[in-house]
């Protein structure tokens, strides 16, 4: 069954698109059935995959309210190696919509029940903000990745969306933790970097994840040719650091699997 992942941090700018469209670049390159779902309005994760978020003839918006399955959404034939449903400025709508809908929280969680055995790992984009949008991205998933810059301010934010995931772990999604914390835009030359990447492995422990994504022009220039840093440049520092995160991510998610049949073969 799909291992459901969202990316979320409220700020914006942290690299959340880049690391949903690499890191679901980097699986798929390594056989995993792989579902990426765009659930930002702006719609960057859809075109950094190639598709025209102005042509989408059905996008999570129709998903989301009931205006199509999701076997009409998702779109197989992009030049990832990874199934996407996109999304574009209709999703805004959608924010407000949802709140007249039942089950409102848990409208993307029903919606991609059919198809959970079809992917290994469905990554779902979220925009810079926490909103209905993210709160469905929430209560669909089994563990949330925060990637953060190495900022004054970033300890700041995460304990806030620590708190936020408590909260939906609480009410709306036992199931739900942390997967990991994923260190962007890395530079390691800066003694603030250190500071803060210290404090982060003090309050997190092996949840910070040990691979770093380096500041790499390359995975700036691929958005603009739509393709993933694998396809864009393979042999680049950001297409190799998101690589590394897929198999770190495939060996917790291993490690996990196991730890949950044992516990359910000794029940
Ligand atoms: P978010 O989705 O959190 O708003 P993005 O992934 O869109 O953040 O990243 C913000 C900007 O920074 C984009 O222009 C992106 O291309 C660039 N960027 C992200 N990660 C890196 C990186 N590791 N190195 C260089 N540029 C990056
Ligand atoms: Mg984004």
Not at 5 to 30: E, F, W
Not at 163 to 192: C, H, V, W, Y
Not at 244 to 253: P, S, V
Request: proline fraction near 4%; include cysteine; charged fraction near 20%.
């Amino acid at each position: 069954m799909a291992n459901i992942i969202t990316i979320t941090n409220q700020k914006g700018g942290v690299g959340k698109t880049t690391t949903c469209v690499n890191l679901a670049a980097s699986l798929a390159a390594t056989h995993k059935r792989v579902l990426m779902i765009d659930l930002d309005p702006q719609g960057n994760a859809t075109m950094g995959s190639g598709i025209d978020k102005h042509q989408l003839a059905c996008s999570v918006y129709e998903l989301l309210t009931d205006q199509a399955g999701v076997a009409d959404a998702i779109m197989t034939d992009t030049r990832c190696g990874y199934h996407l449903i996109g999304a574009n400025g209709d999703l805004t709508a959608a924010e407000v919509e949802l709140l007249q809908l039942p089950r409102r929280e848990f409208r993307l969680k029903m919606a991609l029940q059919p198809i959970l055995d079809e992917y290994d790992y469905i990554l779902i984009d979220n925009p810079p903000s926490l909103n209905l949008l993210t709160v469905n991205a929430l209560s669909a998933s089994a563990g949330v990745i925060i990637p953060m810059q190495c900022e004054y301010y970033a300890l700041e934010g995460i304990s806030a969306l620590v708190g936020t995931i408590n909260k939906i772990n609480q009410r709306l999604n036992p199931a739900l933790r942390i997967e990991g914390i994923l260190r962007t835009m890395f530079d390691p030359r800066m003694s603030l970097t250190k500071d803060v990447s210290s404090h982060l492995i003090e309050y997190f422990g092996d949840r910070v994840y040990r691979t770093v994504i380096p500041r790499n022009v390359r995975l700036a220039e691929a958005p603009s040719h739509g393709l993933p840093a694998l396809q864009y440049d393979k042999n680049s520092r950001g297409a190799q650091a998101y690589l590394a995160l897929a198999g770190e991510l495939i060996r917790r998610t291993e490690r996990q699997q196991a730890a949950a049949a044992a516990t359910e073969q000794e029940t």
